[in-house]
């Protein structure tokens, strides 16, 4: 695969909608940083997770996280998309095609 067509990927997977959510209702702030499920995150420092695949912000001072997911991935005819392995961004869906990725207009 070209640098092109990663470069391409990489566009595309930042260009499209991304998940972005308040995780108000199980968060606690504790001296300072904040506690989701068993996870203590540093204000202003992010957790980036496997399952579920997201990013966790903390802001202890306002008292929320912010979690981010993955984008939505498209799927050319000539390319297969496989689940990635790994904290979050890793573990987003990836696609690997043959040549240029072919786009079909319905």
Request: glycine fraction near 10%.
């Amino acid at each position: 695969m070209g640098i092109r067509t990663t470069l391409l990927y990489a566009l595309v997977a930042f260009s499209l909608m991304w998940k972005i959510s308040q995780a108000l209702g199980l968060l606690k702030i504790v001296n300072g940083k904040c506690k989701y499920g068993n996870h203590l995150i540093a204000d202003g420092a992010s957790l980036n997770l496997e399952n579920p695949c997201q990013t966790f912000y903390c802001n202890a001072q306002l008292g929320t996280i912010s979690s981010l997911g993955c984008a939505l991935m498209p799927n050319p005819s000539n390319c297969r998309v496989y689940k990635g392995t790994g904290p979050y961004p890793k573990c987003c869906n990836q696609i690997n095609c043959t040549g240029t990725p072919q786009f079909q207009v319905a």
